[in-house]
């Protein structure tokens, strides 16, 4: 057995309590860490643990030593008015462990349900509480204006530039000094473009392309961020903090003061700017002869949106362009050419439609469409790539400390999945004969042009490991490339202001830029790439609670759609009309029972054998939208469960089943040989397994469960032992559920009261034997009073009247609309489930 040992790392808090350990060390596999050692600590927390192998497994289990540093410092959330003397924001999401406090006094006299943004002031650590001050009021959490400043809060992006930064940038000229073009090629005689979307306000690259007697000569022109962010300034530690640039719909949270971002390092037409080129020579196959790297002084000669661009490739008339109209031109002859040479190579070719939203002044979308991918998209799109990989190969041909662009091969597991999908579909390619790539866009071209083509394209992208920043260059799967980094876009991307650092450094003889070293690139390219991931994630949030809000007004509407995706726990379908796509559960698929086919990725009907696939096409009702969490639920529209068996509760086709089985041979009924509907028997909602029982808790206190093979269960014995009764109990059950009995051959009492209770619920016992008084409820063993007890207390906003224990809960099968639902539906109600290998009066 091996010794325990301590790691460092970083923690992520399940909502249930426990949490998993991520070690720093990558070479360590992930660590389970139990509830109880979870005590005051949050998601992202870096910790110090001992971790040791679980017995008789490849898993780990740890107990936390110390919190090294906090991972969370300001919390966003509804402040809650609790009494006259504080407040607090609550756990919603469960990522902390415990509600926030907040004093009167330190809530800027925050309303009631109010959104704030507030600082931790003290950790529930060494027996302190968790408590903060709140720092800035946001406003109504429903008030559209307010999401993405909820986003912004809530994913830590810094929003405002620090006062050092603000005083810096106040020094700068709108446009560059005549001093500063010393010692720059001039290029303003050629006629460099901007080729950026209609709603764009910072440009910071240019093209230009010229045909030679060799092949085109290519001039990709890129801001000089570099020349003006200098390293130390308070600029450049903002910028670095920041990472990147973060774009919403009709907002920006820029990485670079807008002096510099709209300003100075914006390629604006008809101004000179300072900027940094790539010079290729490409021949007529696409293939890379010669590059050149230097600083130069430029003028744009037009500022084009890719609409325009788009109707001069398609040969039609654009006035005020006409005097750039045959550059555009020469741009798709050689865009063209690189992309047929790219794609012969191996490179993926996924059409991944982007989201458009369409959002007025206040912050309600008007639409949300896919927005359309042109020819014009392309074509600058590959000038980029041909500039980021001459600079990746420029960079490597040196053999220095560089920051590149990575993307690693998805693993096998990724890849099986994926052709498991592709076969579903109908696919004939493999996966596993040949370069990966080429094998992957062959299997894609199968489909192209068929309603499961965008599906396929999303599943494939699903199955890639995700593109990140590393000075080690292992090559760039999904574009097909050995040497790539990112070059293009220093006004919004870092990583692009430290290649331009490094690249001045080997082309500038007397530079004063510098190399970095192999520890300071490591660590930009992991806090790059986590920058990265944030502001994606911020993104795809903002996108989510719009597509919410938009939705809110369909509820009750019906919408064609196809499956996207299945899980145990529903299907995700996409919407033919929006780019839009939501949950139906499984508890709103049907009338049936549905369980997870594994092999082929599907929900199927275990009595009719309906399924439900990817790319099948369903037509569902909107159920409900939260725009607060960004969820939209949907249910199959016109489902009617009209099947007799249907009528009957889980509990009524239990107690049936028992009953024939109890009087089949006269024998006590074997439990292996029940099948899975007869080993569960509900009270209030919570089913156990008979297994569990029979297995028996493990501990001392319990060791003589079941000793003698004719006692009873000590959880369910009964110590009258009167038949008469028995009997009559019998009889009553008998008339209940229907059942005709065969007349019993031993003598043996039947069974006891408390097992049919639990059998027919309390409810349907009572019915059965008359009873309506209140003094007649029957009485739970301890187990379950301590579940009522707990599901109660946990759902404090609750009456008594919406357990399902307590009251007889018959659903409307036929409503699709209240099939499943309680009068004050949560949804998420949490259960408390028990087990007797846990110990007495303990809940999970």
């Known amino acids: 057995m091996q010794k325990k040992k301590v790691l460092n790392g970083t923690i992520k808090r399940h909502p249930d309590g426990f949490g998993f350990f991520i070690p720093d060390d990558i070479d360590h596999a992930d660590v389970y860490i139990p509830r109880h050692s979870m005590e005051g600590i949050m998601t992202n927390d870096k910790v110090a643990i001992e971790v040791f192998p679980e017995k008789g497994g490849e898993r780990f289990r740890g107990e936390i030593l110390r919190v090294l540093s906090r991972g969370t410092k300001t919390v966003v959330g509804r402040f809650y008015k609790m009494n006259e003397r504080t407040g607090a924001i609550r756990d919603e999401g469960k990522g902390w462990g415990q509600d926030l406090k907040i004093k009167m006094e330190d809530s800027l006299n925050a309303k009631d349900k109010e959104l704030v943004a507030a ?216 865009a063209k050419i690189l992309m047929a040479k790219r794609f012969k190579e191996g490179s993926l070719d996924l059409e991944i439609p982007e989201t458009e939203l369409v959002i007025d002044g206040a912050g309600v979308p008007i639409d949300i469409q896919r927005s359309e991918r042109l020819f014009s998209h392309r074509l600058i799109e590959e000038m980029m790539l041909a500039a980021n990989v001459g600079v990746a190969k420029f960079l490597s041909s040196r053999n220095i400390p560089a920051l590149y662009r990575i993307h690693e091969p998805p693993n096998e597991q990724a890849i099986r999945l994926l052709e498991k999908y592709l076969e579903n579909f109908g696919g004939k390619t493999k996966l596993n004969q040949g370069k990966l790539q080429k094998r992957l866009t062959k299997a894609l071209e199968e489909f192209e042009n068929r309603p499961e083509a965008q599906i396929l394209n999303i599943l494939t992208l699903r199955s890639m490991s995700q593109a ?221 397994s008979r297994k569990e029982f029979k297995k028996g808790p493990p501990s001392e206190k319990n060791k003589d469960f079941k000793k003698d093979k004719n006692q009873k269960s000590k959880f369910f014995r009964d110590s009258r032992q009167d038949k008469e009764g028995q009997a009559q109990k019998i009889q009553k059950i008998e008339k209940q559920a229907n059942l005709r009995p065969q007349p019993r051959d031993d003598e043996r009492s039947g069974p006891d009261k408390t097992l049919l209770e639990m059998i027919l619920g309390p409810a349907e016992y009572r019915k059965a034997n008359g009873e309506t008084s209140a003094k007649d409820k029957p009485k739970l063993s301890k187990k379950l009073m301590f579940a009522e007890q707990s599901k109660l207390r946990d759902n404090d906003d609750y009456s008594e009247k919406n357990s399902d224990s307590l009251k007889d809960r018959k659903p409307d099968r036929k409503d699709s609309k209240k099939r499943g639902k309680t009068e004050n539906d949560r949804r998420g109600l949490r259960k408390a489930r028990l087990s007797s290998g846990r110990g007495k009066g303990k809940a999970r």
């Not at 003290?122 to 429903?142: Q, R």
């Not at 090629?185 to 010229?210: C, H, N, P, Q, W």
Request: a negative charge.
């Open 119 to 334: 600082e931790i002031l003290t950790y529930p650590e060494e027996g302190k509480s968790f408590t903060g001050k709140v720092t800035e009021i946001i406003g109504n959490a429903l008030d559209p204006l307010t999401d993405i400043k909820r986003v912004i809060r809530s994913n830590n992006i810094p929003l405002e530039f620090s006062k050092e930064t603000l005083e810096e940038a106040k020094h700068f000229n709108e446009v560059p000094d005549e001093k500063d073009f010393k010692g720059r090629r001039d290029l303003r005689d050629k006629s460099l473009i901007t080729i950026d979307g209609a709603t764009a306000k910072d440009f910071d690259d240019a093209v230009y392309v010229e045909t030679t007697n060799e092949g085109f000569l290519l001039y990709v022109a890129i801001a000089d961020v570099s020349h003006y962010v200098r390293i130390g300034s308070a600029i450049n530690k903002d910028a670095y903090e920041r990472g990147t640039s973060v774009y919403f719909p009709n907002y920006v949270v820029p990485m670079l003061p807008e002096v510099l971002s709209n300003g100075l390092c914006s390629l604006n037409p008809h101004v000179p700017r300072l900027c940094l080129v790539a010079e290729m020579l490409f021949d007529f196959t696409g293939e890379m002869k010669s590059s050149d790297f230097y600083e130069a002084v430029m003028e744009s000669k037009a500022r084009v949106t890719y609409g325009e661009a788009q109707e001069i490739i398609d040969g039609n008339e654009v006035e005020k362009l006409n005097h750039v109209k045959e550059h555009i031109l020469r741009l798709s002859d050689l």
């Open 468 to 688: 990140k920043y590393s000075m080690n260059n292992v090559g760039h799967f999904g574009l097909g490339f050995e040497f790539y980094t990112h070059f293009t876009s220093p006004i919004r991307r870092y990583p692009d202001l430290i290649v331009h650092r490094l690249l001045k450094n080997q082309v500038m003889p007397n530079s004063q830029y510098r190399l970095m070293s192999e520890d300071d690139l490591a660590s930009a390219g992991t806090i790059l790439s986590a920058a990265e991931q944030r502001s994606v994630k911020a993104e795809r949030q903002v996108q989510s609670i719009k597509k919410a809000r938009f939705m809110e007004k369909f509820v009750g509407q019906e919408f064609d759609g196809m499956i996207s995706s299945v899980a145990k726990f529903g299907v995700f379908v996409l919407l033919r009309e929006y780019d839009i796509d939501g949950l139906v559960r499984l508890d709103d698929l049907g009338g049936d029972r549905f369980e997870f086919d594994e092999e082929h990725l599907r929900l199927v009907a275990k009595r009719s054998g309906f399924a439900y696939s990817i790319g099948d096409n369903i037509r569902i009702q909107v159920a409900a939208a939260d725009p607060e969490l960004g969820q939209i639920n949907f249910i199959v529209a016109g489902v009617e469960a009209t099947e007799e068996a249907e009528e009957k509760t889980s509990a009524e086709v239990s107690a049936e089943r028992f009953l024939k089985k109890l009087h089949s041979k006269g024998k006590p009924p074997r439990e292996e040989k029940f099948d899975k509907g007869s080993r569960r028997f509900e009270k209030g909602g919570k089913e156990e």
